[in-house]
Nanobody, 111 residues
Framework: VQLQASGGGLVQAGGSLRLSCSVS????????GAWFRQAPGKQREWVAS???????NYALSVKGRFTISRDNAKNTVYLQMNSLKPEDTAVYYC??????WGRGTQVTVSS
């Protein structure tokens, strides 16, 4: 199983980015998708998750600014990040529980 994350980059504070995670597994539509991030010198932390059915959940630090979504036809989970802050700078990882992790994509927010 491969999880390929993309969409990271350098953006100014207040800007937006959209991350994508393509999953090469036919069971994707039945699984929860999640995003985590790891800032330099810090532990990896959960950012958001979206179940196969039901409402997504968000960490308090990103609630109201980030939106997780999925397209089961494309086996892809997205993370739309708005109103970005310098403290959002991190490597972002997608995860599908029991399937694995993506390689990570760097997001850098300049002040």
């Amino acid at each position: 199983v491969q999880l390929q994350a993309s969409g990271g980059g350098l953006v100014q504070a207040g800007g937006s980015l959209r991350l994508s995670c393509s999953v090469s597994d036919s069971s994707f539509s039945r699984r929860t998708g999640a995003w985590f991030r790891q800032a330099p010198g810090k532990q990896r932390e959960w950012v958001a998750s979206i179940p196969s059915a039901g409402d997504p959940n968000y960490a308090l630090s990103v609630k109201g600014r980030f939106t997780i979504s999925r397209d089961n036809a494309k086996n892809t989970v997205y993370l739309q990040m708005n109103s970005l802050k310098p403290e959002d700078t991190a490597v972002y990882y997608c995860q599908i529980p029991l399937l694995g992790w993506g390689r990570g994509t760097q997001v850098t927010v300049s002040s």
